[in-house]
């Protein structure tokens, strides 16, 4: 069975500055996909960052970036520029590859994260 | 384009009422159908999830049952609700390797 782990329950930043949220995983399979979701308070779950675990590459998207360890089974997020709508609930999520997984994601508990101005 | 539709957003309900909450997905066909629970405050917990018609999977023991009588429609349910039940309930939909995609979600108190 999959464990995902978010260490830090709370995260703040000043506006304009950079954060990193902490996750480790895991998992017996060799192929699977890691996810970073955001909950605003609005509490819908957007999708912000997805990283293939055989690709070496570190995934980015904008001002997100990842950090992707796999030996470590290390997936942290880094925020640059953070902006106040970053401020956030953000989940890391694994799924393993393959049929037999259905799709399912694993979630961790999340980071709150508030961005001060 | 995909969207997922959840209602109602907010409901209130009796300890001991019964209960429908629903879920569908336009612009795409044969998706698999995920059901969550969300506690205040905490990680989402996957309950129900489909990958056809009639198909559904369990993955925790609970008061809850869902169903999914078409292509697109998923439908969470119970007969008699208990105050554990409350909480945030989030309806997604996906595909094998790639990511989900949630609906709006609906709050359910239980007085």
């Known amino acids: 069975a999959q464990t995902v782990t978010q260490s830090q329950p709370e995260m703040s930043v000043q506006e304009a500055e950079t954060v990193t949220l902490s996750c480790t995983y895991d998992t017996s399979e060799n192929n699977y996909y890691l996810f970073w979701y955001k909950q605003p308070p609005s509490r819908q779950m957007i999708l912000v960052i997805r990283?293939?675990?055989?690709?070496?590459q570190n995934a980015t998207e904008n001002r997100f970036s990842v950090n992707f360890q796999k030996a470590a089974k290390s997936f942290s997020l880094k925020i640059s520029d953070s902006q106040l709508g970053d401020t956030a609930m953000y989940f890391c999520a694994s799924m393993d590859a393959g049929g037999t997984s259905y799709g399912k994601l694993t979630f961790g508990q999340g980071t709150i994260l508030t961005v001060h101005p | 384009s995909q969207t997922i539709h959840q209602w109602p957003a907010t409901l209130v309900q009796p300890v001991g009422s019964p209960l429908s909450l629903e879920c569908t997905v336009e612009g795409t066909s044969n998706p698999n159908l995920y059901w969550y629970r969300q506690a205040a405050g905490r990680g989402l917990q996957l309950l129900f999830y489909s990958v056809g018609i009639g198909q559904i999977s369990s993955e925790v023991p609970q008061n809850l049952s869902a169903s999914r009588p078409q292509d697109r429609q998923f439908i969470l349910s119970s007969k008699k609700l208990l105050l554990s039940d409350s909480g945030f309930y989030l309806c997604a939909w996906g595909r094998y390797n790639q990511p989900q995609h949630f609906g709006d979600g609906t709050r359910l108190s239980i007085l």
């Open positions: 990283q293939e675990a055989y690709k070496q």
